[in-house]
């Protein structure tokens, strides 16, 4: 796959060990006939660690060999996170460490979770772009201020904290980017 095709979320060969891309910086030449570099933060799904990848536009990263499955939180422990699988109804477990970023939105009843299999192990979890949570505690609404663009702290059900627009309530769902962990809009309930 060409370095120009590679996006957030992709699973590719790097180092011979499966790599998932965390976040691409692409960085267009001020010099005429300058080659584009393409800048990758990737984590290797195996050992955990970080690595930057830098390439042209022309060359290429080999996709790695896995299976992506669909799953549902089942619980988890103090170091483990548990996950059932839809249709054949295997079970597999995470570090608790290793997917804390993923846990922060991960409720009971999300759907479109899925697990990554590469050599029949379980080595990473993806969550949907957006999620929908319950505002648990935050600040009251102020009578008045609903034509202002001011936010408050509000904690979620998973217990994240992120900034939502003063007019709303404790009880209310709304939705959450999973990428940035910024407010997106109310969802319906």
């Given at each position: 796959?060409?370095?120009?095709?590679?996006?957030?979320g992709?699973?590719?060969v790097y180092?011979?060990?499966?790599c998932?891309?965390?976040?691409?910086n692409?960085?267009?030449?001020?010099a005429?006939?300058?080659?584009t570099?393409?800048?990758?933060?990737?984590?290797n799904l195996?050992?955990?660690?970080?690595?930057d990848i830098?390439?042209?536009?022309?060359?290429?990263?080999?996709?790695?060999?896995?299976?992506k499955?669909?799953?549902?939180?089942?619980?988890?422990?103090?170091?483990?996170?548990f996950?059932?699988?839809?249709?054949?109804?295997?079970?597999y477990s995470l570090?608790?460490?290793?997917?804390?970023?993923e846990?922060?939105?991960i409720?009971?009843?999300?759907?479109?979770?899925r697990v990554?299999?590469?050599?029949?192990?379980c080595?990473?979890?993806e969550?949907p772009?957006?999620?929908?949570?319950r505002v648990t505690?935050?600040?009251?609404?102020?009578?008045?201020?609903s034509?202002?663009?001011?936010?408050?702290?509000?904690t979620?059900?998973?217990g994240i904290?992120?900034q939502?627009?003063?007019?709303?309530?404790?009880g209310e769902?709304i939705?959450?980017?999973?990428?940035n962990?910024a407010?997106?809009?109310?969802?319906?309930d």
């Open positions: 796959m060409n370095a120009k095709e590679i996006k957030r992709h699973v590719v180092n011979e060990a499966p998932i891309i965390e976040s691409v692409v960085q267009t030449p001020s005429r006939g300058a080659a570099l393409y800048k990758f933060r990737a984590r195996i050992t955990r660690q970080k690595a830098t390439l042209k536009g022309t060359e290429a990263l080999k996709d790695a060999d896995f299976r499955r669909e799953v549902k939180f089942m619980y988890a422990d103090a170091n483990e996170c996950f059932l699988d839809q249709l054949d109804y295997n079970q570090s608790r460490e290793d997917i804390s970023e846990m922060q939105y409720s009971e009843n999300l759907e479109g979770v990554l299999i590469y050599n029949d192990e080595v990473a979890v969550i772009v957006s999620v929908e949570l505690q935050c600040d009251p609404a102020v009578r008045g201020n034509a202002t663009s001011r936010t408050k702290p509000a979620l059900e998973t904290t992120v939502v627009p003063e007019y709303l309530e404790e769902l939705k959450v980017d999973t990428r962990g407010f997106l809009s109310r969802a319906k």
